[in-house]
């Protein structure tokens, strides 16, 4: 029953800016090691960006500096803001926690940067 929301992905141009969120269900954001993840087409699923009940983050090498990773408690959402698109970040960008429960993937949200 616990379900992961993802929205806010949409088309944008190489150097614009998107937000993105994950509406949870069932669990909280505040105690639980949460991720964001994203797959392009040929591509296996890769961990973006990721964040610890304590509030560390950690990113991939490939979004530092352009990325970042947040929650909201009390609206029990977590957050993903992503600055200076690449064509490259082109995927479906999921949210999941540290631990990835394969029952919690949602279907996405598209993110298409064009150049």
């Known amino acids: 029953q616990v379900q992961l929301v993802e929205s806010g992905g949409g088309l944008v141009q190489a150097g614009g800016s998107l937000r993105l969120s994950c509406a949870a269900s069932?669990?909280?954001?505040?105690?639980?090691?949460m991720g964001w993840y994203r797959q392009a087409p040929g591509k296996q699923r890769e961990l973006v960006a990721g964040i610890s009940s304590i509030g560390s983050t950690n990113y991939a090498d490939s979004v530092k500096g352009r990325f970042t990773i947040s929650r909201d408690n009390a609206k029990n959402t977590l957050y993903l803001q992503m600055n200076s698109l690449k064509p490259e970040d082109t995927a479906v960008y999921y949210c999941?926690?540290?631990?990835?429960?394969?029952?919690?993937w949602g279907q996405g949200t598209q993110v298409t940067v064009s150049s």
């Open positions: 069932r669990i909280p954001v505040s105690f639980n090691a």
């Open positions: 999941n926690t540290g631990g990835t429960k394969a029952g919690y």
